[in-house]
């Protein structure tokens, strides 16, 4: 992939129970300071509503636009105390969830018809090794491998990317839950995110 396709990276905003989401913030940080990713693609930032109706047509729409070589998708887990890389995402949306608009699903499926599930498009064992090991320079990054990305919007949006991805048949594809930013702060979630778009290796 040409080194001029960009890095997409997208935050959520609110949702009953979450006021104020973490993602979002990271992504509002990121999107003032790029350098802080330390890396020479074009980077693309997004806030996405947790909404059944209306983030799945606008990241769809940002794949289209933007066709990137990476996509790296942010949502928050509050019961987190540290950073999960998702490997997997499930065609199920939860059918007991209301959205930041007061809707619950219109249908069982993330994508009607598709495969049962999705592998990302992304080495996470390989991310997890390097950034949470002891031997790192500047110490262990506190990052986990997942493979149970939930059956809410966040689970949505890794199926969404990476089906885009396989069907344009370029581009790597991640989801990252993170904690609240009193459990792991800003500048730690920025490192992460920063060595995932930098380590090109691992983009699958």
Not at 32 to 50: I, M, N, S, T, Y
Not at 74 to 94: H, I, K, P, W, Y
Request: charged share 20%; proline share 8%; glycine share 8%.
């Amino acid at each position: 992939m040409q080194d001029s396709s960009p890095i997409l990276i997208t935050g959520y905003g609110p949702f009953p129970g979450v006021e104020v989401n973490p993602s979002g913030q990271v992504v509002q940080l990121l999107s003032e300071d790029p350098d802080l990713l330390g890396v020479q693609r074009p980077v693309v930032f997004a806030q996405l509503p947790v909404s059944y109706r209306r983030t799945l047509p606008l990241l769809r729409e940002l794949l289209a636009q933007q066709r990137p070589a990476l996509t790296v998708c942010l949502g928050v887990d509050s019961s987190e105390s540290q950073m999960t890389l998702e490997a997997r995402a499930f065609n199920e949306l939860a059918a007991d969830s209301v959205d930041v608009d007061g809707q619950l699903p219109q249908t069982a499926e993330v994508i009607p018809g598709a495969q049962a599930e999705w592998s990302s498009r992304f080495d996470v064992d390989a991310a997890v090794t390097a950034l949470s090991g002891e031997d790192r320079e500047g110490g262990p990054l506190p990052v986990r491998r997942s493979d149970d990305a939930g059956r809410y919007l966040c689970n949505a949006a890794l199926a969404v990317i990476t089906q885009e991805a396989i069907e344009r048949g370029e581009g790597a594809t991640l989801f990252v839950h993170i904690p609240p930013l009193d459990k792991v702060d800003a500048p730690t979630v920025i490192s992460v995110v920063a060595a995932l778009c930098q380590h090109e290796e691992w983009w699958g």
